[in-house]
């Protein structure tokens, strides 16, 4: 079992800046692919970013260049720095975990470990 809490959430304005955290415990966080996903009302939940067990990210076209996900495997936390905000990027924004390597279709299929969320609103 995973246990994930998510911190850092809050509510901006349009080209500021949050920084987002998820605190994992339980097993071994090493060899596991961490992700944050995000969903705004109405909406699906989309990916986001995700980090591999080696290092390896990847992140959506709409984020890419203004996020950035990280990890710190000394204090078993996973990261999301979000800079240059917009409207758009308003959401609440879960981390998630699963073994292996990481997917992003069928999220909610493919991830057993999910955090509560934590809301991002961004004004603009």
């Known amino acids: 079992q995973v246990q994930l809490v998510e911190s850092g959430g809050g509510s901006v304005q349009a080209g500021g800046s949050l920084r987002l955290s998820c605190a994992a415990s339980g097993n071994t966080y090493s060899s596991y692919c961490m992700g944050w996903f995000r969903q705004a009302p109405g909406k699906e939940r989309e990916g986001v970013a995700t980090?591999?067990?080696?290092?390896?990210?990847r992140y959506a076209d709409s984020v890419k260049g203004r996020f950035t996900i990280s990890k710190d495997g000394a204090k078993n936390t996973l990261y999301l720095q979000m800079n240059s905000l917009k409207p758009e990027d308003t959401a609440r924004y879960y981390c998630?975990?699963?073994?292996?390597?990481?997917?992003?279709?069928?999220?909610?299929?493919?991830?057993?470990?999910w955090g509560q969320g934590t809301q991002v609103t961004v004004s603009s």
């Open positions: 980090i591999d067990s080696i290092g390896v990210t």
């Open positions: 998630a975990a699963r073994q292996g390597a990481c997917v992003w279709l069928h999220p909610l299929l493919m991830f057993p470990y």
